[in-house]
């Protein structure tokens, strides 16, 4: 879609869309939706419920900005790299990140994984 070069502007145009137009709209209410599916015993009917007006405006915007926090410095560094690195190098940030958050200063099983 952008091409695979690396100069600044393909850099921003990749992170942009990835990070502004993804993230909000698909990326991040996804994640949040499933943990909240397994923070509820997997029962649809109780995550439905719970997609209130609170989860909308303030666990989603909430969980974007910390997203943004990681993921633009990290996908900067990726997309910078040669085509041959970057999916190497994106599946060890998520291994890294997934251990951290699973693993974190609470523990496994600490309060949930929400964090709703």
């Known amino acids: 879609m952008f091409g ?5 502007r393909t850099l921003l145009s990749k992170v942009a869309v ?5 993230s909000p709209l698909w990326f991040v209410p996804t994640v949040l939706i499933a943990l ?3 923070d509820l015993g997997g029962s649809w009917a109780r995550t439905r419920a719970s997609l209130d007006r609170v989860f909308w405006t303030r666990t989603c915007p909430t969980a974007l900005v910390t997203n ?3 993921w633009i ?5 990726v997309y910078s790299l040669p085509s041959a ?6 599946r060890r940030d998520v291994l890294l990140h997934s251990h951290r958050d699973a693993f974190g200063p609470t523990g496994p099983d600490q309060g949930g994984t929400s964090g709703c």
């Open 4 to 8: 695979t070069g690396h100069d600044a």
């Open 18 to 22: 990835d990070q502004f137009i993804m």
């Open 36 to 38: 909240r599916w397994v």
């Open 68 to 70: 943004w926090l990681v």
């Open 73 to 77: 410095p990290t996908l900067s560094l």
């Open 85 to 90: 690195l970057q999916f190497p190098f994106f």
